[in-house]
């Protein structure tokens, strides 16, 4: 099994800045793949950033430029930054870990954190 817990989530102005954190615990060796999604109300979830265990990164096209996902391997934890948010940008935010299909493929996913871009 493995824990994700997030945090950083908040109220931020448009144009404003948020960083999330993603701190995953339990058996993180079998993890190839972590990732942030965000669900809006009445929209699917989706893909924000994803970075593998080689270091590899994508993006979802509407966060291209002003989203950035990274690591401290040392402390199990995965960032998202997020600059010159917008309002479209309001949803709930998830931390996402794969593990791999060597271990039986399964996606664990944290409890969410909200994000709210307003004035």
């Known amino acids: 099994q493995v824990q994700l817990v997030e945090s950083g989530g908040g109220l931020v102005q448009p144009g404003g800045s948020l960083r999330l954190s993603c701190v995953a615990s339990?058996?993180?060796?079998?993890?190839?793949?972590v990732g942030w999604y965000r669900q809006a109300p009445g929209r699917e979830r989706e893909l924000v950033a994803r970075?593998?265990?080689?270091?590899?990164?994508n993006y979802g096209d509407s966060v291209k430029g002003r989203f950035t996902i990274s690591r401290d391997i040392g402390k199990n934890t995965v960032y998202l930054q997020m600059n010159n948010l917008k309002a479209e940008d309001t949803a709930v935010y998830y931390c996402?870990?794969?593990?791999?299909?060597?271990?039986?493929?399964?996606?664990?996913w944290g409890q969410g954190t909200r994000v709210t871009v307003s004035s």
């Open positions: 996402h870990a794969r593990r791999g299909a060597y271990w039986g493929a399964h996606d664990y």
């Open positions: 339990g058996n993180i060796f079998s993890i190839i793949a």
């Open positions: 970075i593998s265990n080689e270091g590899s990164t």
